[in-house]
Structures are given as C-alpha cells and as structure tokens.
C-alpha cells in the first residue's frame, strides 16, 4: 500500500491576505506609537469606554447625530496623532518623557468624559458630588468660551 500524500491548505487565500493586512496595520501601529503596551491599551480602553458612554447618552436624550459622531471619532484619531508625535520628540531627544505626559493628560480627559457621559445616561448618583460640580465648571468653561468665537 502506498503512502498517500494528503496537503492540507491551513489557510485560504483571503485569510492570508486579511492576516498580511492586519500584520501591517498593527506593525505600524506599535512603531508608531512607541509599543502597544499597557498605558495605550489602557488609552485604548478609556477611548473606547468614553465613545460608548457617549452614544449612548446620546441615544438616551434624543441628541444623536452623525455629525457629532464624526467629529467625536475624528478627536479619538487626534490623540492618538499626538501620542505619535510626541513619540517623535522622544526619538529625537533621546528621552522617554513626552509620550508618558501625552498618554497620562488624554487618558485624564477620556476619564473625565466618562464621568461625564455617565452622569448625561443618568448615573449621576454613583458619582461623588465634588467631582460632579467640578465637571459642571469645566463644561460651563467650554460653553463660555465657545460663545466667545
């Protein structure tokens, strides 16, 4: 009896290619913004949190809009631009201390906007009163100089 050869394609041609294209982006992405390690995949999680907490505020009060939903996205693009050039400057300086500072300040105020959404879906109540009237100076600050222009 002869032994037969059996080849076994593991993969298809489309799997290949998706894995080839994701391989890039993510290559990219860890060169680009200093590693994939905890601190952005904690930016990552605070980004993705404030977004959600946000739709659905949104959809809660009847404020959902395309518009908003694209500049909202078109911010969460900004930051991590801004982590990459602050990547950048640590490259050329030689130093490991504008990524940090960028990733700590974005990373305050996606946690910040949480609060914020979550008190807009009606959960003000777990959250402590002195945080709550501090957030209401900050948004009142924004709309105040917002008018200005």
Known sequence: MESDI?????????????GAISGTIWATLDLALGGI???IKA??????????????AGYKNN????????????KKAGVFFCVFIACLLDMCIGTE???GMT???????E??????????????????????????????EKVTKGDKK
Do not use: C, H
């Open 6 to 18: 059996i080849l076994i394609n593991l993969w298809t041609t489309t799997e290949l290619k998706l």
């Open 37 to 39: 390690d905890t601190p």
């Open 43 to 56: 930016l990552a999680i605070l980004i993705s949190l404030d977004f959600i907490t946000g739709v659905t």
């Open 63 to 74: 404020e959902l809009s395309s518009s908003k939903g694209t500049k909202g996205l078109w």
């Open 97 to 99: 201390v504008f990524r």
């Open 103 to 109: 990733i700590s300040g974005f990373a305050l105020i």
């Open 111 to 140: 946690a910040m906007s949480l609060i914020e959404n979550l008190d807009r879906m009606g959960w003000g109540y777990i959250i402590p009163n002195f945080l709550r009237v501090r957030l209401k100076q900050i948004a009142d």
